[in-house]
């Protein structure tokens, strides 16, 4: 084996396990959240697919409502490809930091099981709660969620570009069309 062939080979070993090791950097949720301005109605502009929307097509909404310090009631509704409205009503509550909650839309008596609660981060918000991104420490989850049925341009641009110091993928994302209602 020539010099070069072990040296090429040695740099590509280093670079497999520089690439398998390297880790990206833990996800942040923003530093403060006024869950009162937080409540109301939400548009979902994009989401990544994920299993428990895939029959929804199209008016992804949902609806936050402060029951308590200690809960949130959680309405998401959407539409499907055959016009079926479909409605989920759960719960979510504060998980150690003010823009972090965890949610669950299992029965409450399964409430105690860690598994039935899923993270919601709020990972960037606009100033005056225009829009929100949120999404979970794994990254396998993502919404971009809006007050209006549509974002503007300006904030759709300004997101995008953020997404990728969160460790998110833009090109995985997939539109939420939104009719008139």
Partial sequence: MTTWVRRGLAALIVSVCASATAQVAPLESIPTLDVTRYMGTWYEVANYPNRFQKDCVRDTTATYRLIDAERIEVTNQCTH??????????????????????VRFAPAWLSWLPMVWGDYWVIALADDYRYAVVGTPSRE?????????????????TILAQLPSHGYDASKLVRTPQTAR
Avoid at 81 to 102: F, I, N, S, T, Y
Avoid at 141 to 157: F, K, N
């Fill in 141 to 157: 989850y993502l919404w971009i969620l809006s007050r209006t049925p549509s974002l503007a341009a300006a904030d759709e641009q």
């Fill in 81 to 102: 490809a055959d016009g079926k409205q479909d409605v989920a009503v759960g719960l979510a509550r504060p998980a150690g930091a003010p823009a972090r909650l965890e």
